[in-house]
């Protein structure tokens, strides 16, 4: 059965649903331009992708298969799903509400200090599955919610809970709160989540560890050293670590590095204003590093730049992040725009009266970062990140014939500088259906949006102050 891109059939759709029940499911999709991220397979023009279950068969071009739902995608891209390497995902019900925010100190007065305590583990469950859904919608098929308001243990099974829920393939990197009261659970309650929800080795959602550099913001017992780290090589699991910035993470990695801490399971994020000492410690034990451009330079974190010449002179490709929805944008869309403009701006900048030349990243740099060097970030290139055959099958299909996309010259430039959310037609994650003729598929939107309102207003109820919805955003 074939299908214009533009012209899909309520036939089509149906046999599309009802193939997510056959666990052998083969989908040929035929006609689009295939930007793979594969360095061995580049970019295809008229070629086709073969899903066979959960995986990527086959790229190429005149590729067959028998009993196969063909879908022409004739008109579109066809990329791997993008890979956000750090979200807080349970803020998401507060989006925006502290949109000006200048510094860090404001934000943790607001969000963390007087609104995360509010939070009971219905609110967790609300705000970590409305971000995970709209990582779908936006094309983003993995993420990693560094989950930092695990007050209770049935915070934490609310967070996870919501990750399996949504069909993301979700990285819960649990740590626990910085202010207010809580059970005091964490670390250990993370053998019981473990146990409980991460027994298999081929799951869709995976357990890490998250802690911070450093203990000047709440004190030592989120901060990473020995003892956290005896907690996750115990568990066999990675470590995502926050606030990798200025002098006093500096110093720390140096310490680790003294102390035999640190190696490729760790995750480094932001890591801005690091000395040059520090990124040295980093590359040569193999740290991945996550960058939140917006981030950065929205809220002026440290010297407020994304420190990617600094990774990329020391032979890390980062990952990128989307970071805190309370005051930054959802997709991965303006990660990749925002740091190619800041990059560009400052080698420009740099080299401007010199004679010299900038040396500038490219479209295809970003992009690397939002897919394949994002996995690897994440420890889960082998599974995800480039339409390689064998890897799982996260994709996404983005309409080249739209308003702001058409005509296609250069399919990577298109998925970096024009295409939107809104160009997104289908998504799939290991080889499942989460987004079809651009809706997100088996998700009631509007009991989403009345549970989303219902938690902001019992957050808002348990707060002090008469007026509820600026006693979130003070």
């Not at 550099?213 to 990473?224: E, M, V």
């Not at 420009?348 to 010299?356: D, F, I, L, M, R």
Request: charged letters at 20%.
């Amino acid at each position: 059965m074939t299908s214009r891109p533009r012209q899909r059939s309520a036939a089509l759709s149906t046999t599309l649903l009802a193939a997510e029940a056959d666990p052998r499911r083969t989908i040929l999709l035929t006609g689009a331009t295939v930007v793979t991220m594969d360095p061995a397979l580049g970019i295809l023009h008229g070629a086709d992708v073969l899903i066979q279950g959960d995986r990527i068969a086959d790229v190429g071009h005149r590729l067959h298969a028998t009993d196969a739902v063909v879908v022409d995608l004739t008109g579109s891209v066809v990329a791997p799903g993008f890979v956000d390497t750090h979200r807080h995902a349970w803020q998401a019900q507060m989006r925006r509400t502290i949109p000006d925010v200048d510094d860090l100190a404001g934000y943790l007065t607001s969000t963390l200090a007087r609104v995360a305590p509010a939070y009971r583990p219905h609110d967790m469950y609300v705000g970590t599955r409305l971000a995970a859904l709209t990582a779908l919608d936006c094309g983003i098929t993995t993420m990693l919610d560094f989950s930092h308001n695990s007050r209770t243990g049935a915070h934490s099974d609310a967070a996870v809970t919501a990750l399996i829920d949504s069909g993301i393939r979700g990285v819960h990197a649990a740590m626990g709160p910085h202010f207010g009261s809580w059970d005091r659970q964490w670390p250990a309650d993370l053998t019981r989540l473990k146990n409980t929800y991460f027994s298999a080795g081929d799951q869709l959602v995976t357990l890490r560890l998250a802690a911070l550099a450093t203990p000047d913001i709440a004190g030592p017992h989120l901060a990473y050293g020995p003892d956290l780290a005896r907690v996750a090589a115990d568990l066999d699991i990675g470590v995502s670590l926050d606030v990798m910035f200025g002098p006093a993470a500096s110093e720390a990695i140096l310490r680790w590095q003294r102390a035999g801490l640190l190696g490729p399971h760790l995750e480094s994020i932001h890591s801005t204003a690091l000395s040059a000492d520090a990124w040295s410690a980093l590359r040569d034990a193999g740290v991945t590093v996550s960058l939140a451009p917006t981030s950065d330079t929205q809220i002026g974190l440290e010297d407020a730049v994304p420190p990617v010449d600094e990774a990329l002179s020391h032979g890390i490709r980062p990952g990128l992040s989307i970071d805190v929805e309370v005051a930054l944008a959802s997709d991965m869309f303006t990660q990749m725009r925002t740091l190619l403009s800041v990059q560009r701006m400052r080698a420009v900048h740099s080299a401007y009266g010199t004679g010299t030349a900038p040396a500038r990243i490219t479209t295809s740099d970003v992009l690397d970062f939002a897919t394949l060097s994002g996995a690897r970030t994440l420890g889960l290139d082998a599974v995800t990140g480039s339409l390689t055959p064998g890897k799982q099958a996260d994709l996404i299909v983005v309409d080249a014939e739209d308003l702001n996309t058409m005509p296609l010259h250069d399919p990577v430039g298109t998925l970096v500088l024009g295409a939107d959310r809104s160009n997104i037609t289908a998504v799939w994650v290991a080889g499942r259906l989460r987004k079809w003729d651009r809706r997100l598929v088996g998700v009631d939107i509007a009991d989403l949006r009345d549970q989303v309102h219902a938690s902001v207003e019992s957050i808002a109820a348990r707060l002090p102050g008469p007026d509820r919805q600026e006693a979130i955003a003070r």
